[in-house]
């Protein structure tokens, strides 16, 4: 990988982080507005370094139950949680069912008493199930550049899809902005607290790049969130984006040339934004 990261030039460079991140780094991509809620996010391969100028860092992140790492440590947490809400679990539903079973006596019928059971049993497991499957998980790259304009609010991108219906955000803080671009526009939706610098920001080179990295990467959703001096961009490609790193049985010339495919799609970016020069707004 660091040779193959000298194509572009030698300021770049690589790791494998294996680092797992429970809440705290969650919660700063959350504050993006760009993230689903989950309580594990697992950082793999890290490229770094400094193009034309501008300093960048893309962080292959994951969410998901698709390793078996993430399944083991997800597992582990809720073991750890488990006791105490099945604490909670047992005493409410003993405080309910005793309620059930008195009220049924009273009234010598037994639908409340059923009702309770069939609740805990049955409906407000398949509630928990689906709240649980509505978080989508995340599974691909975080890319993070230093921007050279000033700017104070907070703009992000969401795919129009359900796949963000779980991003929580303070709605009211946020106005939705309109661009002239009814393509994107209908595949996205803006929001900011500052529309003159959304519409600064937001330039339909940015948006034609921006699109660009989606095709790139193969990517089933992309986000971005521009907020305190940085541009972050969430691309979730669903699989393994730096396998290439070791190489096996599945490796061949496609597996690199996406690669420089993905990686010159960010770099782009860079150029189209002009990063690298200092721009006030």
């Not at 990988?1 to 790791?15: A, R």
């Not at 793999?44 to 370094?49: E, K, L, M, P, V």
């Not at 034309?52 to 073991?79: C, G, P, Q, R």
């Not at 209908?186 to 339909?204: C, F, H, W």
Request: aromatic share 16%.
């Amino acid at each position: 990988m660091p040779e193959f990261l000298n194509i572009f030039n030698s300021d770049i460079k690589w790791s494998n982080n294996n680092v797992y991140k429970v809440l705290t780094d969650l919660n700063v991509y959350k504050k993006l507005n760009i993230m689903n809620p989950h309580i594990l996010l697992t950082f793999d391969d890290n490229i770094w370094g400094r193009y034309n100028d501008v300093n960048f860092n893309i962080i292959e992140a994951d969410t998901s139950f698709t390793s078996m790492k993430n399944l083991l440590i997800y597992l582990a947490i809720l073991l750890f949680m488990g006791g105490f809400w099945c604490f909670l679990w047992i005493i409410t539903f003993l405080i309910f069912v005793t309620a059930a079973v008195y009220v049924s006596k009273s009234y010598d019928n037994n639908l409340f008493l059923i009702i309770v059971i069939a609740f805990y049993f049955i409906f407000l497991p398949i509630f928990i199930l689906a709240k649980i499957l509505n978080n989508v998980p995340f599974r691909g790259v975080l890319v993070e550049y230093e921007m050279n304009k000033n700017f104070e609010g907070h703009t992000f991108i969401l795919e129009r899809s359900s796949t963000s219906s779980s991003v929580k955000f303070d709605h009211s803080k946020f106005e939705e902005v309109k661009l002239e671009d009814p393509e994107f526009m209908e595949k996205y939706i803006v929001y900011s607290d500052n529309q003159v610098e959304a519409r600064y920001i937001l330039t339909t080179t940015f948006i034609e790049r921006f699109k660009n990295m989606k095709m790139a990467f193969k990517a089933k959703f992309i986000r971005a969130a521009f907020k305190d001096g940085k541009i972050t961009i969430g691309i979730n490609a669903g699989r393994d984006l730096f396998a290439m790193a070791n190489f096996n049985k599945d490796t061949d010339s496609n597996t690199f040339t996406e690669l420089f495919d993905e990686l010159l799609s960010v770099f782009e970016l860079i150029n189209a934004l002009k990063l690298n020069q200092k721009i006030g707004l």
